[in-house]
């Protein structure tokens, strides 16, 4: 069974960092992308960042200006993104979910179970 686990959420004071991992697992042939979405409440689901299997990026708007460079990143090996969100603010209150686009026995869209992101004033 192919399956995404993230870990690194939790609750950070604004102007704080956190850094989400996700790992995949099971019968993979191959990951074309992997990435970042989030979710507030009662709003849509949203990219946040996304980085091929070759290294490009590409992020939302909402967090370019914010986030270092090297925001996102891959294993390949480990079949492991991250996601290193500094500076944050209350507005990035969300649950922040795995994306990975993945060759199995079929070419689909995986999701993780998502990790909740608290940022306090």
């Known amino acids: 069974q192919v399956q995404l686990v993230e870990s690194g959420g939790g609750l950070v004071q604004a102007g704080g960092s956190l850094r989400l991992s996700c790992a995949a697992s099971?019968?993979?042939?191959?990951?074309?992308?992997m990435g970042w979405y989030r979710q507030a409440p009662g709003k849509q689901r949203e990219l946040v960042a996304r980085?091929?299997?070759?290294?490009?990026?590409?992020?939302?708007d909402s967090v370019k200006d914010r986030f270092t460079i090297s925001t996102i990143s891959r294993d390949n090996a480990k079949k492991m993104v991250y996601l290193q969100m500094n500076n944050l603010k209350p507005d990035d209150t969300a649950v922040y979910y795995c994306?990975?686009?993945?060759?199995?026995?079929?070419?689909?869209?995986?999701w993780g179970q998502g990790t909740q992101v608290t940022v306090s004033s």
């Open positions: 099971g019968s993979i042939f191959s990951i074309i992308t």
């Open positions: 980085i091929s299997n070759g290294g490009s990026t590409n992020y939302a």
């Open positions: 994306n990975a686009h993945m060759r199995t026995s079929f070419e689909s869209d995986y």
